[in-house]
């Protein structure tokens, strides 16, 4: 059975996230979607608010699991028996650090690689903090969002 982790911070979940999903689950038996609860980013949404945004928009996915995880994604790997990890790419920019972030995973657990897909074209250039700042001053986002998430950023900054 191909098991694969979609790690990431999910500050909040966005259509771009949601993309990436869907597309690997139809390539893996299963997938965990893992939430990272410390990753030196200040977060609007806590771990339990990022884990049940993703756990509604993902529902209707039966291969994809919603999980939490503190300290190297590597041992999180290794502990769930799971030697893919997935990462979305959308843009040149991303690649640098993609690449870095693999095979420093790779060094630190061999039998762990990382797959990369290519987002939707619609959300090439969403991402999280985007579109957190656009809700922040009452843009629309609800093009970019979930319409969980969506209300969830209204519910948080008014
Ligand atoms: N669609 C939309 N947005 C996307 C996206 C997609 N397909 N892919 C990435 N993004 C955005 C995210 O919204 C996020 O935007 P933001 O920075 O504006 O918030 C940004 O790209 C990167 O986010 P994400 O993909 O969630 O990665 P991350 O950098 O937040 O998290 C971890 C990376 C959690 C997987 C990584 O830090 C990790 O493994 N941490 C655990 C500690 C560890 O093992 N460290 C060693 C690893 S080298």
Known sequence: ?????????????????????????KLFDDIIIAIAEDNNKQTLFTTDERCSLVRQV????????????????????????VGFIIRGLRVVLDFEKELQMALMNRSLYDKVDTVFLMGEALYLFVSSSQVKDAA????????????PVAKALIDKFT
């Not at 993902?58 to 028996?81: A, I, Q, W």
């Open 1 to 25: 059975m191909s098991k694969a982790v979609y790690a990431g911070t999910f500050d909040p979940v966005t259509n771009g996230h949601l993309d990436i999903a869907l597309r690997a689950s």
């Open 136 to 147: 922040k001053l009452g843009g629309d986002i609800s093009n970019l969002v979930p319409p």
């Open 58 to 81: 993902t529902k209707d996915l039966p291969n994809v699991k919603v999980d939490s995880f503190s300290g190297l994604l590597v041992d999180y790997c290794r502990e769930k028996g």
